[in-house]
Each structure stands twice: as C-alpha cells, then as structure tokens.
C-alpha cells in the first residue's frame, strides 16, 4: 500500500481559557444561601449600587447582556428570599451575583470536531463551500460542551476558519417543549417503566404533547392518589425525567456561530455532552436537517442522545428508544438506504456494526459490520463520525486501537446498494499520531467525529491527543483506489 499524501493546513484549534460562560453557584445548604441573601438586605441602596457597580465593571466586558444571566440565576433563589419587601432591580442583580460564577469552557481541551455544510451558502465563490465544525469543548471538573466555527474551503483547496471573539453564550431553553407519545411510552417501556400507572398517565394525553399539558396529568395522579406507592413516585419521577432530557433550545440570530454553546441541560448529561457526530441529512422529498449523535454524560453512566436542527440557531435534543441505544459512537448515514434510515455504532467496544430503521429516534438488532483486522486495530475499531457517499461506495473513516493504547484514523468502503458489504479496506492508518501529536490529556491519539467531501477532496478535521484540533485534506482519487487495492 502506498502512503496516501495528506495537505496539513495551517490551522490549529487549541483551547482558550478566556471563553467563558456564567454557571449558577448556588450552595446545597438553603441556611448558606440565606446567611448569603440576608447581608445583601442589610445594605443600603447607595451600597448596593456601588457594589454592583465594581461587579459591572469587572465583569461586564466579558459576557453578552451579563443583567439577564444575574437575573435568571436571582429567580433560581428568589424563595429563599425572606423579606416581603419589594427588592430595586440593582439588589436583585446583585444578589444574582452573589450566586454565580464564571466557567472556562474549553480551557482543558478543544477536540474531537466533526464538519457539515452551511446552511447558509449565500455569497460564497463558485468552487467554494461554507462550513460549520463542531467541537467538543472540555473546562473545569472534564465537563464537556458543544462549540461551533464556521469557514470556507476555498476552490483550490484553501481553509480559512471566521474570527473567533471572546464571547460565547449559552441558548435559551425553552420552557414548554413538545413530546411525541409513542417515542415516550417506548422509552418508558426500555427504563422498565410501563406499569399499571403508565397507561392511565398516557391515555389523557394526545399523540404529540406539550411538557405543560404533562405536568398537569402527573398533578392531577398526585391528586387523586393523595398517598401514592412508591412504584407510583418512581414511575412520575421517571416520567419527568425522561421529559427533561429532551429539550428544545433557541439561539439568538445576532449571534456568531463560534458564539454559541450548547452546554448540559439534563441531569443524564450534567458531566457532559461528548464527541457530537453532525450529518447533514437529506430526506427522500429533498429536505434537509442536521442530525448529530452524541453521548449524555452524568458521572456513572452514558447515554446515547440526539440533536436535530435547521440552522443552527434552534436544536431539538432527544432521548434515543431501543435496544442498540448503548454505548458510544453512533453515527448516522446522510440519506435513507431503501427507505430505512442506516446507523453505524459499537454496542460490544470491540466491533463495528450497523443496524436500519423505519424511525431516526428508534433503533434495535444491530449486526457486525467490521471486526479488528490489523495490528494498529486489533483492541477495538469504530468510526469516526457519519459514512460520505462517493460513486464507489460509502466512504466510513474508522478508528482503531492498538498496541499501548494508540488511535489512528483508518478508512474502509461499503457498497452503495448494501451497506452492509465492505468492499475495501486500508491495511495501513490512513492518519497516525506523530510529534506533538503524541503530547496531551489522552496520549497517542489522533480521533474524529466526521469530515466532508468536496472538490473531490476529503476534508477531515481531527484531534490530537485530546487537547487540540487540526485539519488535513485528502485527495479522494487516490484514497479510494487504496481502498479499492485493499478489498
């Protein structure tokens, strides 16, 4: 096999510890949280704005509309408040100051990106194509986020990423999101859920509910059953968890795509949301939505969870039903494959597999697709983000495990009709870890969550031993005839 000639660019995206977010800081004592409240109350208003002042001018700089975020975080704690007094606007925001802090999101590490088109092509040169990476942003306590850049590939090849400010900001949630209620019923169903309680908690509700419309049912049960059982406690609390982690979120649109954050919302990802594989998906009728696969975090266990957005600006997260939804490194296929959605993932951390579906959000009976075939592969192989179509074949960048714990990038080709045939294969890493690429939190690594085609060139964005990232291109001819030579 010969060594395929890789483009390095001259792009390196490393982390930046003066990009940071206001996080609430609210002690678990409520006796601290009122010993706190309470020497806030004892100032003067003078005092108070002078105070707030010195916070202002510290801070202000720093963050987009900083008097919104104190306030939210004030309304976090405002029933521990024990003064029917009416507070001034400069005393709540002081309060709300007194209960956050400032949260360096990617000062550890900036890795393990993933490329896609932009929505957005306006204005761009003939030849050229606008793109939006997705990194895995990693601060204080290895919390993990979703960051975004946006730049050209040029016509002859070129890269450039768009200016990076200081800003970043976390999206509104938002308070009254939408469930579907057979994807609810088949997740409770999983959990071990459906019991004697969940029909007649489902019955009242209509096929697509609003998180309201669920919170008055779960009253009305708590109601009628003034001394519930403990099946019946665990089965709400369970409800309203399973509803808290899928969300909806909305971005402002004046905002830069490297401003935006999506940083954990639920409790099943509150150490974080890791290694997100975005995919432009292009349905059968010519609309196209961005899917990305990714893992909820919370400390102890993982979770394989769901984005969808249009634009970037409003995303939807979403619970995964069925039993293939484990472990890590689920990757979607960018189109249906005779009318069944086709997913790439790694249920046995050894293997790869494959499965379809009738439901992007519901998936089972996963089958071996790859098995570790080559020294450099031989502890695990899986893939490195969602499968590109090519006239040969599906292009899948793989990863593989091997002696001492080292990650390369490999390739292999399935058919284009079958999926499930491989029809080439690289024997050698197609990308290796090397020099400084070695150096990092997790040595001997290079990974990624996907790249693109276009021009007839691979672009893959990749991290380097979980600390930074960086881009090669690839020229496809020559890659695929390698994969072909392999087969």
């Known amino acids: 096999m010969k060594k395929i000639p890789l483009r390095r660019h001259d792009l390196n995206l490393s982390p930046e510890s003066s990009r940071v977010i206001i996080r609430p800081f609210i002690p678990g004592d409520a006796k601290r949280i009122t010993t706190v409240i309470g020497r806030t109350l004892a100032l003067s208003e003078d005092e108070v704005a002078q105070q707030l002042a010195d916070v202002k001018a510290e801070f202000q700089e720093r963050h987009f509309d900083i008097d919104s975020l104190l306030l939210q975080h004030y309304a976090k704690i405002e029933s521990h408040v ?31 990106p993933s490329i896609v088109p932009h929505p957005v092509q306006d204005g761009v040169a003939e030849g050229a194509l606008r793109f939006v990476m997705s990194l895995r ?35 509104e949630v938002l308070p009254n999101p939408s469930y579907e209620k057979e994807s609810f ?40 059953n003034k001394n519930p059982s403990r099946d019946l406690s665990r089965t709400l609390e369970c409800v309203m968890w399973l509803a808290d982690s899928n969300y909806e979120l909305r971005f402002s649109d004046k905002l830069a795509m490297s401003e935006r954050i999506l940083f954990p919302v639920s409790s099943n990802e509150s150490n974080g949301i890791e290694d997100a594989r975005f995919v432009q998906f292009v349905e059968d009728d010519g609309s196209v939505i961005y899917r990305a696969t990714y893992t909820a975090y919370n ?50 951390d050894e293997n790869l597999l494959i499965m379809f579906a009738n439901d992007p959000h519901h998936w089972n009976d996963p089958e071996i697709l790859m098995k570790p075939a080559e020294m450099w592969e031989s502890v695990k192989i899986g893939n490195c983000g969602s499968p590109m179509e090519t006239e ?69 964005p990749y991290a380097m031993s979980d600390k930074a990232s960086a881009i090669v291109s690839v020229p496809l001819d020559q890659l695929l005839k390698e994969l072909k030579a392999g087969a």
């Open 185 to 224: 019923r088949s997740k409770l169903q999983e959990m071990g859920f459906e019991n004697e309680w969940t029909p007649e908690l489902l019955e009242s509700l209509g096929d697509h509910f609003s998180r309201s419309e669920l919170k008055n049912t779960i009253r009305h049960l708590r109601h009628q």
């Open 299 to 348: 400390g102890r266990a993982i979770l394989p969870q769901m984005i969808e957005t249009k634009d970037f600006l409003d995303f939807r997260v979403l619970t995964l039903n069925g039993n293939a939804v484990q472990n890590k490194g689920m990757a979607l296929f960018p189109r249906r494959i005779h009318g069944s959605y086709v997913m790439l993932s790694r249920q046995d």
């Open 137 to 171: 942003a990693t601060g204080e306590g290895h919390i993990s986020s979703i960051e975004f850049r946006s730049g050209q590939i040029h016509a002859d090849g070129g890269i450039h990423l768009d200016p990076v400010t200081r800003f970043v900001t976390v999206p």
């Open 82 to 112: 024990f003064t029917h007094r009416a507070l001034s606007h400069q005393r709540k925001l002081l309060i709300g100051a007194l209960f956050s802090g400032e949260y360096a999101l990617e000062s550890a590490a900036l890795f393990n």
């Open 392 to 460: 040969e074949g599906w292009l899948v960048l793989t990863h593989g495990v091997g002696p001492m714990r080292k990650y390369c990038i490999g390739a292999a080709l399935l058919d284009l009709d079958d999926p499930t045939r491989v029809i080439g294969r690289l024997k050698r890493p197609l990308l290796s870890p090397e020099g400084n690429e070695r150096e990092g939190y997790v040595p001997n690594v290079v990974y990624s969550c996907g790249g693109l085609i276009h021009n007839n060139t691979l672009v893959l």
